[in-house]
């Protein structure tokens, strides 16, 4: 049995409740009154407490990482931002995703939109390591895909 990522915290905290409980139940039953183990089954339950608090504080650093989700700019377009699906390298070495410096080759002419030089959809070339390393990227944070 391999637990779910959000199932661990609960776990944890079961595992040292059950801990707890154990070692209560020892300290009750090797004494005679429980007058004489009181202090002990205290000191058990604020160990037990602290635990419980310290797995919490952990998987909620965790949490606040996991949901702190970003892309890296440099997989991002130049021009809509969004992660490259299709990255072209123009000839003056600037990536854009091909949809978004097609369109606006298109719609506001022949030249790259950062460099402003001469720029024609024949002279884009498919960037195959920025695809790569994308890929890669998405397929180890699948939440990328709906970024």
């Known amino acids: 049995y391999t637990p779910c990522v959000p199932c661990l915290p609960r776990l944890i905290s079961k595992l040292i409740l059950e801990d707890r409980d154990r070692k ?18 205290v000191k058990v339950e604020a160990e037990a407490d602290k635990s419980v608090a310290e797995v ?3 998987f909620a650093k965790v949490d ?3 949901q702190k989700r970003e892309v890296p700019d440099y997989m991002c377009g130049k021009i809509s931002f969004e992660i ?18 097609t369109e606006h080759l298109e719609r506001v002419g022949h030249f790259g939109p950062v460099t402003r030089t001469k720029l024609t959809q024949d002279m884009l070339v498919p960037n195959y390591a920025m695809k790569e390393v994308v890929d890669d990227f998405v397929s180890k944070n699948e939440w990328s895909l709906y970024y």
């Open 24 to 41: 209560m139940n020892k300290l009750k039953k090797d004494s005679a009154s429980y007058d004489e183990v009181s202090d002990d089954i």
């Open 56 to 58: 919490n504080a952990l």
């Open 64 to 66: 606040d990482r996991r």
């Open 84 to 101: 490259l699906k299709d990255p072209v390298i123009t000839p003056s070495g600037i990536t854009y995703d091909r949809r978004d410096i």
